[in-house]
Every structure is written in C-alpha cells, then in structure tokens.
C-alpha cells in the first residue's frame, strides 16, 4: 500500500463536504421504471446535459472488492476506472472490472421475473408480473414453513458479504433453516484452511507483495486472478520499479502463467509437489530445526522433477533476501495436498520472516466465512435433495451446474426438487432448472456493501451505491429477500422490520456510526455521505500478531498419472472469462488470453514434445477423456508447459448463457473426478489424470497475434525437468 496513507482515509471520509452526488443517486435509485434510449427531450433538472459525473461504488464482477468509479452522462454508465482513494484498486481496474457496462447492458439480461415453460434446464421461459413471481415463491416457502419442515428450505449463494449476508443469516432464521451455504468455485478454501491450521485464523492475511524485494510464487497467478490481481498487480509493479532496488520473482508452476512469463525464473515443478520444495527450503534455511529435518531437498527434487541444486539455489536466495515472500495457488494449492501445500508455504514465511501480515476481522459480515461451502458441503446437498430432504432451493448469484463436476449428478438431483427459485441477471445452467425467476438489479443500480477478501492490512469497508436509475423492471436483491421474508408470515414483520434494502442498509450504517465512528465528530447523514463520496471507509486498525505455526501437514504424496489416464489435466481460471461467470459478456469474449492469444473459444496446451509424439499441431481437435467422462477441444502447441501436463482454461463451454457463451467451446470443470484434498474436503480440481486421443478434425483458431513461436530466440525455453532450458531443436528458424 505504498501508494496511500491509512491516515488519509479518515481525513478524506472526515474532512470532505457532502457531495452533491450521493443525494442524487438516492432520488433516482427510487424512481419508477424508465425506458429511455434516445436523448431526453425534457431534461431532469438533477443534471446537466453533456456533463459528465463520477460516481463511486463497489466492483461485484468477482471477489477482491475493488473500489471502482463510474462515468456517467445523460443517465447512463460510460466508463469504469478504479477509484483511487480505495486501498485494493488505488485507481486501477481490471479488464472484467469494466466489462460490468456488458452486464448492465446486456441483450440477454433479464428485464423482469420469469417462470418456466419447459422442461428443467431448457432455458424456455416467459415473462410474469413481480407481484406474481412474489406470490408464487412466497406461498411455496411459507406453506412448506407452517408444515413444521423450514429446514427443508435451502438458500445457495454466490459470495456474499457484508450486510446483506446478514440479511440472508436473518431470513433464512426467521424461516427455521439452518441450510444456507454460500459457494463460489474461486473461494480459495485450501488456502484458508492451511491459514486456520497454521495460524488458528479463517481470514487470509495480506500479501505484502509491493514491498516484498524476492516473491516465490508456487503457482499463484497473482497478475490474472489470484485473490484480488488489481491490488497484486500494483504491488508487482512497485516491486519491479520502486524506489529501492529491483525485487526478485521466481515462478514455480507446470503450466507458464501470465505471472510465470513476467517472472524472472519459471521453473515448471510437477504438480501437487510445491509443498515439499518449500518444506525442503525451510528445513535448509533453519538448519533442520522446526521438526523439518525429514523434509531433504533429495526427497523435495525426487518428487518435483527438480534438481536438487535448483532447489537449494531457491533457499539460499529466499534467505538473503531482506523480505522476501511467498505465496501459493493453482496447482499447489489444489491437489490432493492443496491445505498441506499452503500451510508449507505459510511455514517457509514464518521461517524466513516472509512479508505477510495478519487482517483484520471484517468490520461487516463477519459471519459469512461459516457460511463457505467446501466440496463436501455441496455433495452432502446433492445427496439431500436425491433423497427428497430438500422440498424448496433458492439459488442467487451462482452458476452450480457449470463449476460443479457433472460426476456428482448435480443435474439429476435438481430434477428431485419439487420447487426451485432463482435470483439471477441471466438465465444460465442452473437459473434455467428454476420454476421462477427473480430478476435482481445489476451491480451498478444496486445498493449494497462489502469488505476487501483478502484485505489490506487494515480494517476497510465499502459502500456500493447505484450509478443510474434501474433500466429494466428489476429489483434490488434487498428488496426480494425482505418481500419475500415479509410474505412468508405475519410474525416475519418483526424479523424484517425495513421497508426495503435501501433502509436496511443506512439502518445497519447507522449503527457503525453509533459505535466505531463517533471519533469523527459528524451526524449520522455527513457520514453517510461522505462514505459514499469517497468510496471507502477505514480505521487504523491492524490485525494481531501472526504466531508461528502450530503445526507441519505433511504433504506427502498427491498421486499421478498412470498407463490409462498418462497426463496431469490442469485447468486454470482464464483472466478473461473467471469460472466461466464472464463467459456471456462480449468485451471479455473479444479479450485475447495473454500467452496464447486465443479469443472465443476452448483449446488444450501441449507441450511441443508431446505434440510431436503424437503427430498434432495447432488446431488439431484432441479428444480429453478422465475416468469421470470426455470433451473435445483443439491444440495448442504452447513451450512453457511440462510435457507431462495438458492444460486448459476454465470459463467457456456453457450450454445455456446468452448468445455469447452458448454452446461456445468445452468445460473442462465437467469432467473432473470427484477428488478432493485429504485435509479441507475441497475439489482438488488440479488432480484429475486424462488421456488424449486424436480425431482427425481440425479448426481454424481466432488469434489476435501472428504466431505463437518464439522465431528461435529461446525466449521461453522449451524447458525440461531440471527447469533449464533445453537445446534448441531449430524447429522455428524456417519462420525468419
């Protein structure tokens, strides 16, 4: 956080007048339904036409809860840019931050409540009015309520924090249901699991990356989508070029990421075998102190592929280093060992005084980490509704059917419950299983709140105001949760006393006011308004100490390949389309992935030794087969991957998302196996061996670049097990 004083959040939200803005917005996020797409003829005398007003809010496209500001002129959303006094975006934005003007105006988008015309999961649907959805939603839950069964009544959510996961904790009591589970595929909760285990916390702590002088990353891709890349990203470049000398980063991964190929050294480990390299480079740095003498280096390079001297050559770097750090994600955090993997990369830190520091508790929602549904969860919700132990699922603001693997019959258990709503923008995989539709303002017209996951070193929260005045007749998923808790009984008036989420959330902001911002020295509305004016909130208040590890996981061994399935399969979040939530939003369609270049469609990364071997070549269709089922996909030929390994980018393959994403390329999620890690129940979905097969069809990739190949001038490598590069075999000098 080089970029900003924490002091100067509480002079900016202390100090400033209240903006003219925040008034603004309140009135027209009130106002009826509007349909205008030509230029007013009468003007609203709120604005001038012709100038343009910045506003800021709350980025909802993922996880990281980046501030953002958004121009707006003539009443409509023009532009995205980070907000610069927000500690996470400090005025940056990503490319699927801005892309939230495709969702707001999305062709496909939902502009009022639905409800099913045909099978379940045809995406056949027809228009109804609010009062009907609410009355029919409503008189489903309340009757299965007064029946004595509310805990038959499950609530599935994307993420969601801050208060309206207060909100939903509070429905969902007053209806008698403790079945509330929020489950998002990027949740890292290897991760957090490796955090409770070595530092007895469920929150991640601060990656201190802009101050770090040698950052190891174990196959975390901190520049694309790991965590909260905004905020990395800017921590990457003060550690390239800030003030003090220029820091150092080492990549350890099987398959080149964006981060891999800005690194300084990529050295293409096998994967699941990240945990027992760190280990090795604690055992080597402490002197075989910790209970870490069992962790050599020869039993670190055996199982990576590594030479040993690769490895001690990392450890007496790590140790020199004056604060180094390493971080971990993709294959190392899910394998079979992912929460053993991380907590050895939490022990190397410990050990070399590594640059991470503890958060925070949330000053909002600080509950909602009970609420993450680890693999096992959502299997044990698919056994339930098989067996007919759930008789209603709301699901809001999650696409199950695409992130979950299709070997757990998620499809088919669906098919067993007798009524299903959905709140969703879009009628996807899992909305289209639903009997009703409710159709929730987009994360520009709405009002909500947030705290940074992970944070930054200091207790923060957001408030997410609406930018424009509803453009469909949607609502904001406040309100539907409060009218629907308020239809459900009488005595659910006293539960949901608001009138709607607009004063539900001033209500509970009212009470931050009351016991943590007195210090401030305003009434409750200078306070209100100057949050909304600067966009954040924050206190000069750290997390505690981190303590030493409580405890070594033994990463052990994660498996491999074997005669039938002779491949690592590794699919990786695409920076362009996440888990595939992005997938139906033509900007990150048209977004060329960084390293290949490839927009609209799946491919399979091969290294060029396994495609020679098997006679393929760019745009070669492959056949994907895992024990749990197959796909099909075309090659490309990509140096920087370990030719053991096939990779694959996460995000496309929908069968049922708008005219972008619709029967568009393959979902590598759909054939995983059901593997999850030995110590958190997580899907290790890194862990799933495949074969490959030809079919003798071949496609023309869409490319934004000339060629992939590096014209000979052993850039990349082609790297082999020790992670030097190998000779050069000449196969690119015809090119020039």
């Known amino acids: 956080m080089s970029a900003i004083d924490r002091r100067d959040f509480l002079k900016i939200v202390g100090g400033g007048a209240a903006g003219a803005g925040a008034g603004f917005l309140v009135k027209e996020s009130s106002k009826a339904r509007r349909e205008q797409y030509i230029p007013y003829v009468a003007t609203p005398e709120d604005f001038t036409p012709g100038i343009a007003t910045w506003y800021k809010t709350v980025c909802q496209q993922c996880s990281a809860g980046c501030g953002i500001e958004v121009r707006v002129r003539e009443g409509r959303a023009k532009k995205i840019e980070g907000n610069p006094l927000h500690p996470v975006s400090q005025g940056r934005s990503c490319a699927l931050g801005q892309s939230a003007l495709n969702v707001l105006y999305n062709p496909d988008r939902l502009r009022e ?8 999961g045809s995406g056949a649907v027809a228009p109804i009015s609010w009062e009907q959805a609410y009355t ?3 008189e489903r839950l309340a009757a299965i309520r007064r029946a004595g069964r509310g805990d038959r009544i499950a609530l599935v959510t994307g993420t969601t924090r801050g208060h309206l996961h207060d909100l939903q904790e509070i429905l969902m009591g007053g209806i008698g249901s403790d079945r509330y589970l929020q489950y998002d595929f990027t949740t890292p909760q290897t991760l957090l699991a490796a955090n409770q285990a070595t530092y007895g916390r469920t929150e991640l702590p601060y990656y201190d990356i802009a101050n770090a002088d040698f950052l190891l990353s174990f196959g975390a891709d901190y520049l694309s989508h790991w965590l909260s890349p905004v905020h990395y990203s800017i921590g990457y470049g003060n550690l390239r070029q800030g003030d003090r000398a220029r820091g150092q980063i080492v990549q350890i991964e099987p398959r080149m990421s964006l981060s891999g190929a800005n690194a300084d050294r990529w050295v293409p480990a096998r994967p699941g075998s990240e945990g027992l390299i760190a280990l090795a480079m604690a055992n080597r740095i402490s002197g075989g102190a910790h209970g870490l003498s069992a962790y050599t280096i020869e039993r670190a390079a055996t199982a990576s592929g590594l030479e040993g001297n690769v490895i001690a050559e ?7 280093a004056g604060r180094p750090l390493a971080i971990a994600g993709g294959s190392a955090a899910h394998s079979t060992n992912g929460t053993a993997n991380a907590a050895a990369v939490n022990v190397l830190n410990s050990i070399a005084g590594g640059a991470v520091v503890a958060n925070p508790d ?3 929602g600080s509950g909602a980490d009970q609420r993450r549904a680890a693999f096992g969860d959502i299997k044990q919700l698919i056994a339930d509704m098989s067996v007919g132990r759930i008789e209603a699922l709301v699901i809001a603001d999650t696409n199950l059917l695409h992130t979950v693997p299709d070997s757990l019959g998620l499809r088919a258990a669906m098919e067993a419950v007798p009524f299903i709503a959905a709140i969703s923008p879009f009628v996807d995989e899992t909305s289209a299983m639903a009997d009703i539709i409710l159709a929730p303002h987009s994360g520009l017209e709405s009002w909500a709140d947030d705290v940074p996951q992970p944070g930054v070193g200091l207790s923060t929260a957001s408030i997410a105001q609406p930018v424009v005045a509803p453009i469909h007749d949607t609502r904001a998923y406040g309100d539907i949760l409060i009218e629907l808790g308020r239809r459900l009984g009488s005595d659910m008036a006293e539960v949901l006393p608001w009138d709607n ?3 539900y959330l001033r209500a509970r902001w009212r009470e931050i006011h009351e016991t943590r911002a007195t210090a401030l020295n305003m009434d409750f509305d200078t306070f209100w308004n100057n949050v909304l004016q600067a966009g954040v909130w924050a206190e000069d208040r750290k997390g505690p100490p981190l303590p030493a590890p409580a405890v070594v996981l033994d990463p052990g061994d994660s498996g491999g390949p074997d005669e039938e399935y002779p491949f690592y399969f590794q699919p990786y979040l695409s920076q362009a389309w996440l888990d595939g939530r992005a997938a139906n939003l033509p900007w990150q369609q048209e977004l ?9 469609n799946s491919w399979i990364e091969l290294n060029p030794e396994t495609a020679s071997r098997m006679q393929l070549s760019d745009g070669d269709v492959v056949e994907v087969r895992s024990a749990s089922g197959s796909l099909r996909a075309p090659v490309v030929v990509y140096p920087a991957v370990r030719p053991d390994v096939i990779s694959m980018p996460i995000g496309q393959g929908h069968r049922t998302f708008g005219r972008y994403a619709s029967e568009r390329g393959a979902n590598p999620l759909s054939i995983l196996n059901d593997t999850t890690d030995r110590d958190s129940d997580t899907l290790a979905w890194c862990a799933t061996t495949v074969s490959i097969a030809k079919t003798g069809e071949h496609v023309n ?3 934004m670049s000339g060629t992939p190949r590096e014209l000979g001038r052993s850039i990349l490598g082609p790297y082999g097990e020790g992670g030097k590069p190998a000779p050069h075999s000449g196969e690119d000098e015809h090119h020039g």
């Open 113 to 120: 409540p639905q409800q099913r015309r045909g099978e379940r």
């Open 136 to 138: 029919t939603v409503a």
């Open 314 to 320: 990392l450890a007496e770097a790590f140790a020199a």
């Open 362 to 364: 949330p000053v909002i």
């Open 501 to 503: 989420g607009y004063n």
């Open 592 to 600: 060329p992935d960084p390293l290949t270049s490839v927009v609209y």
């Open 701 to 703: 990739l869409i490319r």
